[in-house]
């Protein structure tokens, strides 16, 4: 039991490039998140899907898309980087139950730089 | 939308002392709210959540209080030993069905000194 995967740990892109990041759980849960996280301001929601073929914004959106490609898969695209998107990026996903939130499992963590 | 203020962003203390992070949301309706302790270059993984019907949530050596008017809610840590250096974070959301992300605090580095 894998529990959330992320794809590449580390990557070093230059300004203007595109890459995907690639997340998937093993452990059925409904709902997947995509969070940023930088020094000194925790984690902050870039996007997150309730469900297959649904995705919402969330704190962070601009500059990046998601696709939720199956219950497992959730990836993260950045179409053309900037210096400002150096981070560390973590996909999580939880189970909502009865409709209330519950434990979020988070990946290993992408740490990416963008020059 | 929400908002998590967290304090203090570092907390120094003796080794079995007790330590207390504290924790502010802004929505009103936010009705769950974790705690998550992530150690350096590692992902990070819950500790202890309560839900807004509860005031108080306690497993082993670690507690947290929640007060609903005041919109606070607090993460007590006794008998600190030194794997609980770590970064602590805090959250809080709504949830009324489906999915829905976490607000995070900025965290505090909690040193525990021998």
């Known amino acids: 039991n894998a529990g959330v995967t992320q794809t590449p740990k580390f990557q070093v892109l230059k300004t203007g490039q595109s890459m995907t990041l690639q997340c998937a759980q093993d452990?059925?849960?409904?709902?997947m998140y995509w969070y940023r996280q930088d020094p000194g301001m925790g984690l902050r929601l870039i996007y997150y899907?309730?469900?297959?073929?649904?995705?919402d914004k969330g704190e962070v959106p601009n500059g990046y898309n998601v696709s939720r490609l199956n219950k497992r898969e959730f990836s993260l695209r950045l179409e053309s980087a900037a210096p400002s998107q150096t981070s560390v990026y973590f996909c999580?996903?939880?189970?909502?139950?009865?409709?209330?939130?519950?434990?979020?499992?988070f990946g290993q963590g992408t740490r990416l730089t963008v020059v | 939308g929400e908002n998590v203020e967290q304090h203090p962003s570092t907390l120094s203390v003796q080794e079995g002392d007790s330590a207390v992070i504290k924790c502010t949301y802004s929505d009103s309706a936010s009705n769950y709210f974790p705690w998550y302790k992530q150690e350096l270059g590692k992902r990070p993984q819950l500790i202890i959540d309560i839900r807004s019907n509860v005031g108080e949530k306690k497993d082993q050596r670690i507690a947290v209080t929640l007060n609903k008017t005041a919109k606070h809610f607090s993460l007590h840590i006794t008998e600190t030993q030194p794997e609980d250096s770590a970064v602590y974070f805090c959250?809080?959301?709504?949830?009324?069905?489906?999915?829905?992300?976490?607000?995070f605090g900025k965290g505090t580095h909690l040193i525990i000194q021998p």
């Open positions: 999580a996903s939880s189970l909502p139950a009865g409709g209330y939130s519950s434990e979020a499992f």
């Open positions: 899907s309730a469900s297959e073929g649904t995705t």
């Open positions: 452990m059925n849960h409904n709902s």
């Open positions: 959250a809080a959301t709504y949830s009324g069905g489906g999915a829905d992300g976490l607000t």
